[in-house]
């Protein structure tokens, strides 16, 4: 697959992306949020699949404080993928640590192959929910959670205009869906223990600490790298952004389920 038809996520996207959530990581609470979205899953020792590495921050994390034994990172973009195993080397953890590049579409491992399936903030790009839980059911061994963060959609059918205003300035390729449909999603595969937690609230806040960065102590640095153009612009999309999670449209959450034993 050629890098033109992933290049969403550019340079200067990642490059602000970084600056707000940390080394490594392209979604939103770094470090800290994944362990929230984990609490009480054990890693230490077992073999994991990140669906939607990025740039490896959320793998490494997983390793070097979870303790994973080996952690296997998926992603579309080749870029992001070299992106990885330049920042395992970095930390020191290529023998725990496989990222491959992928095409869109059904996981391709073997049955029960993985103990823990977990995605942050990636899923949202991946149209079909119930072949994606199809899918992480088959791979995952009996008795393996499946434990994520994404980022859903508030309403069934339409968006709002303000929310539509937002998908578009933002430019990414979004396949956002309901709680309802994760649920059924889920639920209809098979998956015990089901939960998702709705975490609009805490990003109502986030988002506008992270609108204030942009236009405040992050500013100078980020236009030196990026432009003032792009920063600009990004800028106005926090904005768009800011005004469709305070509407509920855009409902980031944390997901789990276990594949009974
Ligand atoms: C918002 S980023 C999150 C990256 C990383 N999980 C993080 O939290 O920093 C979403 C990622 O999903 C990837 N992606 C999009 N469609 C995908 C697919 N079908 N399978 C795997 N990854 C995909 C994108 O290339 C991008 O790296």
């Not at 392209?26 to 470090?31: A, C, E, L, N, Q």
């Not at 994944?34 to 939607?52: F, M, P, T």
């Not at 959609?153 to 339409?158: D, P, Q, S």
Request: hydrophobic fraction near 40%.
């Amino acid at each position: 697959m050629g890098d033109q038809e992933y290049q969403e996520y550019d340079d200067n996207l990642i490059a602000l992306l970084e600056s707000l959530w940390g080394e490594g990581f392209m979604s939103p609470g770094g470090t800290e949020e994944v362990d929230r979205y984990l609490h009480g899953v054990k890693l230490e020792g077992l073999s994991v699949l990140d669906i939607g590495c990025g740039l490896g921050g959320v793998d490494i994390h997983l390793i070097k404080h979870h303790r994973a034994a080996l952690v296997t990172g998926i992603d579309v973009n080749p870029s992001l993928i070299e992106r990885c195993n330049l920042l395992a080397r970095k930390f020191k953890v290529e023998t725990q640590s496989k990222f491959i590049c992928v095409d869109p579409g059904p996981l391709e491992f073997d049955d029960a192959s993985f103990d823990i399936v977990t995605s942050k903030d990636s899923i949202i790009h991946i149209p079909d929910k119930q072949a994606l839980a199809n899918d992480v059911y088959r791979v995952l061994e009996p008795g393996g959670w499946f434990v994520a963060s994404d980022w859903l959609a508030g309403y069934e059918g339409e968006p709002s205009a303000e929310m539509q205003a937002y998908l578009v300035a933002e430019g990414l390729d979004f396949g956002l869906a309901s709680a309802k449909t994760y649920l059924r999603a889920l639920q209809g595969t098979g998956f015990a223990d089901i939960e998702i937690l709705d975490r609009n609230d805490w990003y109502r806040q986030q988002a506008r600490l992270e609108r204030e960065q942009l236009g405040g102590v992050l500013y100078a640095g980020l236009s030196s790298k990026v432009g003032s153009e792009f920063l600009e612009h990004e800028i106005k999309v926090w904005d768009k952004l800011i005004i469709a999670i305070d509407q509920g449209q855009l409902r980031p959450a944390h997901l789990r389920g276990r594949k009974p034993a």
